[in-house]
């Protein structure tokens, strides 16, 4: 059964609107976070195991925020470890054995980046705007600006005023790996789309994806006492499925936090 299905059932015995309780089970991926009272989250979970869902409760602060991942961009699986040989703000190569690698939770995350430069308009041209730029900057206090016209004598007016027009968010939907550890550095990630493939050799595909499923099947032969997330077996299993799709980036750290969390409490 779905889990959304039992959202009624939760609804009328929290007493909250049943379209709150069934959009907040819909894609849980497994993590129920209803910020419920300890006494709630027991009934909660007394209904879920009559529909034959097990669960388990744990406190908010049972799962502590995770530190920022580790980017790895390059790194080879072998029999004995993961050998990194490059990571941001890591120069040296280092191998991770497979004992310490805990969880592989993977997601398809939309990011959104906002452009910094914002496009100016303005009724002068090209070349007042330039000059407008510089000597307003010069000359903050008099809130004026030289103009050069006609090869005339320098004249003093006010600047044209300039509106911003900020360019539209640019989102982009990116295919990641977080790989938590209990060694010196918890937390790593890897974004499909950047990592390098060249130790697949001949195994190697033209589509970032297949190479990316790929590592992860390595990674899965190598270390088979590694934790794999619902959302990794769903992009195993289905790369198309929407199980393993996260809105934001906060949202996927968020899921990552309280597998982590899981894994020390309950494994």
Same mark, same amino acid.
């Given at each position: 059964?779905?889990?959304?299905?039992?959202?009624?059932?939760?609804?009328?015995?929290?007493?909250?609107?049943?379209?709150?309780?069934?959009?907040?089970?819909?894609?849980?991926?497994?993590?129920?976070?209803?910020? %419920?009272?300890?006494?709630?989250?027991?009934?909660?979970?007394?209904?879920?195991?009559?529909?034959?869902?097990?669960?388990?409760?744990?406190?908010?602060?049972?799962?502590?925020?995770?530190? =920022?991942?580790?980017?790895?961009?390059?790194?080879?699986?072998?029999?004995?470890? %993961?050998?990194?040989?490059?990571?941001?703000?890591?120069?040296?190569?280092?191998?991770?054995?497979?004992?310490?690698?805990?969880?592989?939770?993977?997601?398809?995350?939309?990011?959104? =980046?906002?452009?910094?430069?914002?496009?100016?308009?303005?009724?002068? $041209?090209?070349?007042?705007?330039?000059?407008?730029?510089?000597?307003?900057?010069?000359?903050?206090?008099?809130?004026?600006?030289?103009?050069?016209?006609?090869?005339?004598?320098?004249?003093?007016?006010?600047?044209?005023?300039?509106?911003?027009?900020?360019?539209?968010?640019?989102?982009?939907?990116?295919?990641?790996?977080?790989?938590?550890?209990?060694?010196?550095?918890?937390?790593?990630?890897?974004?499909?789309?950047?990592?390098?493939?060249?130790?697949?050799?001949?195994?190697?595909?033209?589509?970032?994806?297949? $190479?990316?499923?790929?590592?992860?099947?390595?990674?899965?032969?190598?270390?088979?006492?590694?934790?794999?997330?619902?959302?990794?077996?769903?992009?195993?299993?289905?790369?198309?499925?929407?199980?393993?799709?996260?809105?934001?980036?906060?949202?996927?750290?968020?899921?990552?936090?309280?597998?982590?969390?899981?894994? =020390?409490?309950?494994?």
């Amino acid at each position: 059964m779905p889990i959304q299905e039992v959202g009624p059932a939760i609804a009328r015995a929290l007493r909250r609107p049943t379209a709150d309780v069934t959009r907040a089970l819909r894609g849980t991926r497994g993590v129920i976070d209803l910020r %419920l009272s300890e006494i709630d989250a027991e009934i909660v979970k007394s209904i879920l195991a009559r529909q034959g869902i097990p669960t388990r409760v744990a406190a908010e602060e049972a799962a502590p925020k995770l530190p =920022r991942a580790v980017i790895l961009l390059d790194a080879d699986p072998l029999p004995k470890g %993961l050998l990194i040989q490059r990571a941001s703000g890591r120069e040296q190569p280092g191998l991770l054995p497979w004992r310490h690698l805990k969880i592989a939770a993977v997601g398809a995350v939309t990011f959104t =980046r906002f452009p910094t430069r914002d496009v100016l308009e303005s009724a002068s $041209n090209t070349g007042d705007l330039e000059v407008d730029r510089v000597l307003a900057a010069a000359l903050p206090s008099l809130r004026l600006g030289f103009l050069v016209s006609g090869g005339g004598p320098f004249g003093l007016r006010e600047p044209t005023p300039h509106t911003p027009a900020r360019k539209p968010p640019i989102t982009e939907t990116v295919h990641c790996l977080d790989l938590l550890t209990d060694g010196p550095i918890p937390r790593y990630r890897i974004l499909a789309s950047r990592f390098i493939y060249d130790y697949l050799g001949e195994r190697m595909k033209l589509c970032s994806a297949e $190479n990316f499923r790929t590592l992860l099947t390595d990674l899965a032969t190598f270390a088979p006492d590694i934790l794999l997330s619902g959302t990794t077996l769903s992009f195993l299993s289905k790369p198309k499925s929407d199980h393993h799709r996260f809105q934001t980036e906060l949202e996927f750290d968020a899921y990552v936090r309280w597998l982590s969390a899981w894994d =020390r409490l309950f494994r």
